[in-house]
């Protein structure tokens, strides 16, 4: 009879060891499982936390986010649309959210659709627009946002100024596309930069 060596002795041991203990391996699905905090899955935007800069789209490896301007829609907004089915998980967009809790990695990792739409996680932010041409400056939360860091500097720049003073209701009135000069009247509005610097310039 062949005797058993060392390590057959070894892994015999754990095996009995281990009808006794409890099992490694998880139940799910049969049984739901709570992933640790730690894990990266599924990005979720956070509607209060996030003021629709962008910068999670520019940092994102994989591009695997969307960001759209409708500045004719109504109201004006900007749309972002996360795709989970590109997404590499790696956190980038956490870990440099402006706000550092606009996106977060959820610990959810069970993925189950069965469309492109079951993938996305989206998320929208009301755009404010130039009074003289029309086009999208930035979504409203990021001006208040900077507002609130730049505090007294903030009267700097009128625009950013008029929404820190919740001029908000003239977001979408008053525009008038296609307007080719901006005049000096005009200085203490909601302009863009090209229309700022031709109303600063305008005799
Ligand atoms: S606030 Fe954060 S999550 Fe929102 S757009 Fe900016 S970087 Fe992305
Ligand atoms: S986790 Fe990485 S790949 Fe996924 S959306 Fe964020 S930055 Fe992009």
Known sequence: MKIPCLLQLRILKLAFKSLFSRPYTTRFPAEPY??????????RFSEADCIGCGACAEVCPAECIDVADEAAADP???RFVQ???ACIACGQCERYCTTEKGIRLTNEYAFIGF???DFEEKAAKPLLLCEG???AIAPLDQIRWLARRL??????NPTVML???DRLEVVGEGVTPGAETAQRARRISILCPRCRRA???AV
């Open 133 to 135: 041409c029309g086009g």
């Open 83 to 85: 795709h989970m089915d």
């Open 115 to 117: 469309k492109p739409a």
């Open 163 to 165: 929404v820190a003073h």
């Open 34 to 43: 709570e992933a640790q905090k730690s894990f990266r899955g599924r990005p």
């Open 76 to 78: 004006p907004v900007r």
């Open 151 to 156: 505090g007294p500097l903030a009267f700097a």
């Open 199 to 201: 109303a600063a310039l």
